[in-house]
């Protein structure tokens, strides 16, 4: 009853920015939070940058600073400006919203992710 739609994702050469978008859309009473992770092959997910619908914000330790994370309550959708991006950023990013619907339960939802490659 959720759908997660990411964008924004592609090619950049390094020094460069892209800005990743995720809209969450369906029986959605209100957002807990939404974020974005990464997950390079054989290692595990990690957290990119979170926030909660009242912005309160949370990142990994490997942006310092590069990234700034945003949500627009109305459209129920999170944004990622990403700056000064390094070829070591190149991952495959994915989309989280935590959602109630209204009736005593949050439940987690996950985009399908997109590719950010960073390369000259």
């Known amino acids: 009853q959720v759908q997660i739609e990411e964008s924004g994702g592609g090619l950049v050469q390094p020094g460069g920015s892209l800005r990743l978008s995720c809209a969450a859309s369906?029986?959605?009473?209100?957002?807990?939070?939404m974020g974005w992770y990464r997950q390079a092959p054989g290692k595990q997910r990690e957290l990119v940058a979170s926030?909660?619908?009242?912005?309160?914000?949370d990142y990994g330790e490997f942006v310092k600073g590069r990234f700034t994370i945003s949500i627009d309550n109305a459209k129920n959708t999170v944004y990622l400006q990403m700056n000064g991006l390094k070829p070591e950023d190149t991952d495959v990013y994915f989309c989280?919203?935590?959602?109630?619907?209204?009736?005593?339960?949050?439940?987690?939802?996950w985009g399908q992710g997109t590719q950010v490659t960073v390369s000259s």
């Open positions: 989280n919203a935590a959602v109630s619907n209204g009736a005593g339960y949050v439940f987690d939802y």
């Open positions: 926030i909660t619908s009242t912005g309160k914000t």
């Open positions: 369906g029986n959605i009473f209100s957002i807990w939070s």
